[in-house]
């Protein structure tokens, strides 16, 4: 049978190619940067929670030592280690208000310029609180070399381009603080176990021998203790700043792991 020639078959329209409409585009691409832009903060709480927690215990030990000093009857050694752990407390204290500031300008809805400025003040003001820090010539001089580069981050960090380049420029001189003041606490071992000695020579430390070693072995644990917390610090702030540094939305995990592990040397510390 042959089929008929039908004339509006010449005209028939080829079919179309499903090709995306540039309106659309310019509507996903707007859509996908709102929503990156609208993205939760990253999650600093625990790292600042935990920081507090650190500062906290380091306030609670002092007092724990000084009695041990004031049992074994010397006031002298009591008065050096009141100065010395002062100070110890004070360049703590220093992190504890950086763990603030960084959190709440990691939250902020203020724009790059001025979270970069709060930035470095806050940079500027860690670097100063350590400077001062007494102790050991060699750990006092590394502590003032890192203090010298954290300076430098800060005065750097209002022209970086953004809180994350910022952050991560600036941990390895954060990391070299922490490092002096762990350090820097093995003075106050040192003083321990100087005192420990001391006890001991006291008139009718022999009867209590066992006890003074038992205060003074308890009184080092704790110091070695709040050394292992800020070792753990360490790598809770470092989570942090990964996590201001992501470009996706952070992983809170990370942070919380870190800052777990720095709970649970703190109540170490605070248990003994």
């Given at each position: 049978?042959?089929?008929?020639?039908?004339?509006?078959?010449?005209?028939?329209?080829?079919?179309?190619?499903?090709?995306?409409?540039?309106?659309?585009?310019?509507?996903?691409?707007?859509?996908?940067?709102?929503?990156?832009?609208?993205?939760?903060?990253?999650?600093?709480?625990?790292?600042?929670?935990?920081?507090?927690?650190?500062?906290?215990?380091?306030?609670?030990?002092?007092?724990?030592?000084?009695?041990?000093?004031?049992?074994?009857?010397?006031?002298?050694?009591?008065?050096?280690?009141?100065?010395?752990?002062?100070?110890?407390?004070?360049?703590?204290?220093?992190?504890?208000?950086?763990?603030?500031?960084?959190?709440?300008?990691?939250?902020?809805?203020?724009?790059?310029?001025?979270?970069?400025?709060?930035?470095?003040?806050?940079?500027?003001?860690?670097?100063?609180?350590?400077?001062?820090?007494?102790?050991?010539v060699a750990i006092f001089a590394a502590a003032s070399s890192a203090a010298d580069l954290l300076s430098l981050q800060a005065a750097r960090a209002r022209a970086n381009s953004s809180l994350a380049h910022a952050a991560a420029a600036a941990l390895p001189s954060v990391d070299l603080l922490t490092d002096a003041l762990r350090d820097d606490l093995l003075d106050i071992?040192?003083?321990?176990?100087?005192?420990?000695?001391?006890?001991?020579?006291?008139?009718?430390?022999?009867?209590?021998?066992?006890?003074?070693?038992?205060?003074?072995?308890?009184?080092?644990?704790?110091?070695?203790?709040?050394?292992?917390?800020?070792?753990?610090?360490?790598?809770?702030?470092?989570?942090?700043?990964?996590?201001?540094?992501?470009?996706?939305?952070?992983?809170?995990?990370?942070?919380?792991?870190?800052?777990?592990?720095?709970?649970?040397?703190?109540?170490?510390?605070?248990?003994?």
């Amino acid at each position: 049978m042959i089929s008929r020639f039908r004339p509006s078959a010449l005209f028939a329209r080829a079919p179309r190619s499903r090709a995306i409409s540039p309106l659309l585009v310019l509507v996903m691409l707007t859509f996908t940067l709102l929503t990156r832009a609208c993205a939760a903060p990253p999650n600093l709480e625990p790292f600042a929670a935990a920081t507090h927690e650190l500062t906290n215990t380091a306030r609670a030990l002092g007092p724990k030592v000084k009695s041990t000093l004031q049992m074994a009857n010397l006031p002298t050694q009591v008065d050096r280690f009141e100065r010395a752990w002062s100070a110890r407390v004070k360049a703590l204290e220093s992190l504890n208000r950086y763990a603030d500031d960084l959190n709440s300008i990691a939250q902020s809805a203020q724009t790059q310029p001025e979270r970069l400025r709060r930035y470095s003040d806050s940079l500027a003001a860690l670097a100063s609180a350590f400077s001062p820090v007494p102790g050991n010539v060699a750990i006092f001089a590394a502590a003032s070399s890192a203090a010298d580069l954290l300076s430098l981050q800060a005065a750097r960090a209002r022209a970086n381009s953004s809180l994350a380049h910022a952050a991560a420029a600036a941990l390895p001189s954060v990391d070299l603080l922490t490092d002096a003041l762990r350090d820097d606490l093995l003075d106050i071992e040192e003083l321990i176990q100087t005192c420990h000695a001391a006890a001991l020579l006291q008139p009718g430390a022999t009867d209590q021998s066992v006890h003074i070693d038992a205060a003074f072995a308890h009184a080092l644990d704790t110091i070695r203790t709040l050394r292992e917390a800020l070792h753990a610090w360490k790598g809770l702030h470092a989570a942090a700043v990964k996590a201001i540094s992501s470009n996706t939305e952070p992983d809170a995990r990370e942070v919380e792991t870190a800052a777990a592990r720095l709970r649970s040397l703190i109540q170490k510390a605070g248990g003994q």
